[in-house]
């Protein structure tokens, strides 16, 4: 779901002129202190509430009368550096959302109390000053610890014995936990209403921070359930928003709660905006299961500017996020993996060695393009962040055809035929006065003693392979004599190999943080 579609500032304190596009359900911004991740996550959320039509006598089961963002949630004002009219935005809004697309918030002074406050360029009349949009947003108050709560009171949950289990099942799956949770009930301050399990050996009031984050988050995500499933006419979508998401949760729990947005985005309309400074948030964010539909934008403060540059890659976040300069990739080559010895063989025939020299090819492994195909559609990391070069028959109709996919990590051997079929059909075809048998490094094999053993046209791919391991004593190491004459009578091919291997490694090392090569 995308509701936020884009964000032009014209002017709020460190930002001057910037445009940020936002187009997937998940959206991370990154940066170190101070660089406004807070303030930019507040100005997205700022203009969205639920004031009018049947959603918005709906109360979040979070706490709270309605579905908006507090400004003294999200915003603390300068006397000194904030003055009104130096605060102007516009937002691109999807109209299913907001029918006008475009929202400006400028700042004013109240008439009664003179502080700061947000209107709409539209006017101040009733429903002109806010888009309708359920949205929750999750300010670091959240993470205030249950052991410093003066005053804590357990009740029973408002939750459904449905959204109970959910909650239980969800519960689990992030925290990676198996205990069996017998109860769940409300845990309520003057500061927070979040929710806790009891076990066999604890109950709600001594849950860990990171039971309590998740269990705030999760209710913000049944909060957008319920109106979804309550008002299907008029529910759109909603928006949740998370300063520090990683906050309390430790790496493995911090992959499985993005995983978790990723489902739940899709389930229930939702678009997700966080902050984080957690380099396993975005190592994961860059190169886990859903790396395509995530948005990363990261914040610099430069002289008192923020400059934001989107979907920067692993290295460069890594390096800004660890005041480093220069470092080197942190893991080894890409590893590249082909269906067989012979697809590795024809591989590396066809790569310069500048890009041979950037990448591992992992030997001993002998799979189906059909074992490939379901690795990668169940999105399994090591086959997402890595490269796969499968036989060219695999574009076929009958096979993956059309709808293998094109400019990701997989590549396709030059023709529609596996390597071992396209020598034999190259050499088949060989006129025995072709000066190719007449080569004096092949010592005397001629056609005649090529085809001795396989006198007539094969067709099956088992015969085929049987031939070709056949003549490896005549083919030269690594079947060289073979491949290169291919390769000098085909060279327009090899070229569009190299260059969809070479693009296919880039679009790998973005994602990984290794250094991206040059097409030459």
């Known amino acids: ?284 964010l860059k190169t886990g299961n859903h790396n395509e539909r995530n948005k990363i934008v990261y914040l610099r403060n430069i002289n008192g500017k923020i400059k934001a540059t989107e979907d920067p890659s692993l290295m460069d976040i890594e390096n800004h996020l660890n005041v480093a300069a220069g470092r080197k990739k942190s893991r080894t080559n890409i590893k590249v993996y082909c269906e067989d010895e012979e697809g590795i063989l024809f591989t590396k025939a066809l790569l310069p060695p500048r890009i041979k020299s950037e990448i591992e090819f992992v030997t001993g492994i002998n799979l189906s393009w059909t074992v490939f195909k379901t690795l990668y559609e169940k999105r399994v990391p090591e086959f997402q962040n890595n490269l796969l070069v499968l036989d060219g028959d695999v574009g076929n109709p009958d096979n993956w055809g059309e709808k293998c996919p094109r400019n990701v990590n997989i590549v396709l051997l030059p023709s529609k035929m596996a390597p071992e079929r396209l020598i034999y059909e190259t050499l088949y075809n060989l006129d025995q006065a072709d000066p190719f048998w007449e080569n004096e490094s092949l010592s005397g094999y001629t056609k005649d003693v090529c085809f001795r053993d396989f006198p007539n046209h094969m067709e099956k791919i088992e015969d085929i392979k049987d031939w070709f391991k056949a003549q490896k004593d005549f083919a030269g190491r690594g079947y060289s004599k073979f491949i290169n004459y291919w390769k000098k009578n085909n060279a327009d091919l090899v070229e569009k190999f190299v260059n969809d291997f070479v693009g296919a490694y880039n679009y790998v090392a973005k994602r990984v943080g290794s250094p991206v090569v040059e097409r030459k």
Request: hydrophobic letters at 35%; aromatic letters at 10%.
């Open 1 to 284: 779901m995308k509701i936020i579609e884009k964000i032009h500032i014209d002017r709020f304190r460190g930002f001057e002129n910037v445009d940020i596009s936002f187009n997937r359900p998940i959206n991370a911004i990154i940066g170190r202190n101070g660089t406004m991740k807070t303030t930019l996550l507040g100005i997205l959320a700022q203009p969205f509430t639920l004031e009018t039509g049947e959603m918005s006598k709906e109360e979040p089961l979070i706490g709270g009368k309605k579905f908006n963002s507090r400004m003294s949630e999200k915003f603390k004002f300068s006397d000194t550096f904030d003055k009104e009219g130096e605060h102007k935005w516009t937002l691109t809004i999807t109209p299913d959302v907001y029918p006008k697309k475009e929202y400006t918030c400028l700042s004013e002074r109240r008439t009664d109390n003179h502080q700061i406050r947000f209107w709409s360029t539209e006017g101040r009349k009733k429903g002109m000053n806010y888009i309708q949009c359920p949205v929750i947003y999750l300010s670091m108050k959240r993470l205030l610890p249950i052991g410093e709560e003066k005053k804590l009171k357990i009740s029973e949950t408002a939750l459904t014995e449905k959204e109970k289990e959910l909650y239980i099942e969800w519960h689990n799956r992030i925290l990676i936990c198996n205990e069996g949770i017998t109860h769940v009930s409300n845990l309520v301050s003057s500061n927070k209403l979040t929710i806790g399990p009891t076990t066999n050996h604890s109950d709600a009031v001594t849950i860990s921070a990171g039971q309590d984050n998740v269990g705030r988050i999760i209710l913000a995500i049944l909060s957008m359930k319920r109106l979804q499933e309550k008002y299907k006419e008029e529910y759109r979508g909603g928006i949740i928003f998370i300063d520090e998401v990683e906050s309390t949760l430790y790496p493995a729990a911090q992959e499985k709660l993005i995983d978790f947005m990723h489902e739940t985005a899709y389930k229930y309309r939702l678009q997700y905006f966080f902050t984080t400074h957690s380099v396993s948030t975005v190592r994961y």
